[in-house]
């Protein structure tokens, strides 16, 4: 068995459902074969993850009146021919809701994810959601606990990596929100944090110096042997760095050495 005909059987192992013969043989597979391992691993994390979400989401019930009224989810009774209602609809009534739960979970997943193609460097195009968010119009999931805006975040890019997660109570900021930006196929996680010290953004994504704007300023910190890239967009100024394959950007409406001496303070050098 190749390792393409593996990872097609995983789903179908994770849900047990595979025949005797075809389970056997993807076990020998997965004996000797790490890289289908790992992704059997993340597959059971992610149906976990997805079992565990649906718990505890519940939708806003304005949101759930706006799905509910989509017309291209529920289309309207008195449009269609009583036929074409009974085939959208042919499990009992009692049914429905089960069905609408599960409607309503496939959208509120991915509903905090923003889609972007951009000509722009992506750490200049990230800075958009800045704007976006003081307009009330960057999708995103709000959440009291930082735990969790940190697990959704996580989550959406499959454990790949994780969001920088700074304690900014200092500076009287406190997480309150998690979004994820996807611009040119490549997922940006931002933290985003509110208090008397304003608002700021945590841009995390995997990445390598070449993603900051070339025409960023560039401070170079001796004591953590690590570059610091300042850059703006609008009124939003931003300080970049690198830890690993992660890429940090801090983005908040203070002035840039505020900025460049708080990312300073809290870049681990890796
Ligand atoms: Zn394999």
Redesign the pocket.
């Known amino acids: 068995m ?2 393409e005909q ?2 097609e059987l995983i789903t179908a192992l994770v849900d047990e459902e595979l025949l005797d013969a075809e389970r056997s043989s993807l076990e020998a ?2 004996e000797g ?1 790490d ?2 391992r790992r992704a059997l691993t993340e597959e059971r994390a992610l149906k976990a993850a997805v079992r565990g979400a649906g718990d505890r989401i519940r939708a806003p019930a304005e949101l759930r009146s706006k799905i509910l009224a989509d017309r291209r989810i529920f289309p309207e009774a008195k449009r269609l021919p009583r036929r074409w209602q009974d085939y959208i609809w042919p499990m009992p009534h009692a049914a429905i809701p089960a069905v609408a739960v599960a409607l309503l979970l496939a959208i509120a997943l991915p509903l905090f994810v923003l889609l972007r193609t951009s000509s722009e460097p992506i750490a200049v195009a990230a800075l958009e959601s800045y704007d976006l968010f003081g307009r009330d119009e960057l999708p995103v999931r709000r959440s009291e606990t930082p735990d969790e805006i940190v697990a959704q975040l996580t989550r959406a890019v499959d454990g790949h990596f994780h969001p920088m997660g700074y304690d900014l109570s200092a500076m009287e900021l406190r997480p309150v929100a998690g979004s994820v930006q996807e611009i040119d196929g490549r997922k940006v996680l931002v933290a985003i944090y509110q208090g008397k010290g304003g608002t700021l953004f945590c841009y995390t994504f995997l990445g390598s110096e070449a993603d900051a704007p070339p025409n960023a300023a560039r401070f170079f910190d001796a004591a953590k042997n690590m570059n610091f890239y300042a850059f703006s967009r609008g009124e939003v100024n931003a300080v970049l760095h690198r830890e690993g394959q992660v890429i940090c950007i801090l983005a908040a409406r203070m002035p840039m050495e505020q900025l460049l001496a708080l990312a300073q303070s809290k870049a681990k050098s890796s």
């Open positions: 190749t390792c593996a990872q597979h997965l074969c890289n289908c």
